[in-house]
């Protein structure tokens, strides 16, 4: 009980929160059952049975995480409704192609994000670390990261750079406590308090 404790501990520091708790979200969001996503994201499925199970830390291929990262986005987007659900399918067979550090942003994010009437704009912006965006939109604008994919990226930097213990002693350090609370929000809280964090800052 010990060691799965301290492996939690170690998936929050590294992912945000438990993946058993992502993978639930993912499961029960999309009607997917825990071999399917294991299918979509190219991971065999009793290594997602045991990280689930927090026997199994870290997840060692960076592409796998970007696509559970994509899924994860998918997810929310259905739970919202910002996707029609036989759109669901397309997205995941999109996601289970992609082979490398990116994927691509989803259908519903592109039409979410569209100005009515919006001629092409040949635009050209940096992606995101989780999505590799094309350089131009038919009739529509580039697509907004949502806060929650911003607070990842940010905790995921964090966590490249410094481990939980480096990042506790540094806010322990600085004499501002704003400064602190944002080492320790992104650096080794949660997502849903670093998410909280953001939208009490940001806007």
């Known amino acids: 009980m010990e060691q799965t404790a301290h492996n ?10 438990p993946l058993g708790e992502v993978v639930r979200r993912i499961t029960g969001g999309l009607g997917l059952t825990q071999g399917g ?6 991971l065999s499925a009793p290594m997602l049975s045991q990280l689930v199970s927090a026997h199994r830390v ?7 995480v970007s ?8 997810t929310d987007l259905a739970v919202s409704g910002g ?5 669901i399918a397309h997205e995941l067979d999109g996601i289970r192609a992609a082979t490398g550090a990116y994927t691509r942003p989803t259908t519903a994010q592109l039409a979410r994000s569209a100005a009515p009437g919006q001629p092409t704009t040949g635009q050209t912006t940096d992606p995101p670390a989780r999505f590799l965006r094309p ?18 990226e940010i905790q995921d930097l964090f966590r490249a750079v410094a481990s939980a213990e480096e990042i506790q002693q540094a806010a322990a350090a600085v004499d501002s406590p704003a400064i ?7 650096g080794t809280g949660r997502t849903a308090d670093a998410l909280a964090h953001y939208e009490q800052h940001h806007g």
Do not use: C, F
């Open 8 to 17: 939690l501990q170690q998936q929050v520091e590294l992912y945000g929160e």
């Open 37 to 42: 996503l294991a299918q979509v994201i190219g």
């Open 58 to 64: 870290k997840i060692g291929n960076p592409a796998v």
């Open 67 to 74: 696509r559970l990262r994509a899924v994860s986005e998918l």
């Open 83 to 87: 996707i029609e659900p036989e759109h």
């Open 135 to 152: 350089t131009t939109y038919p009739g529509e604008l580039p697509p907004s990261p949502s806060a929650r994919s911003v607070v990842r």
């Open 180 to 186: 602190a609370e944002l080492l320790l929000a992104y």
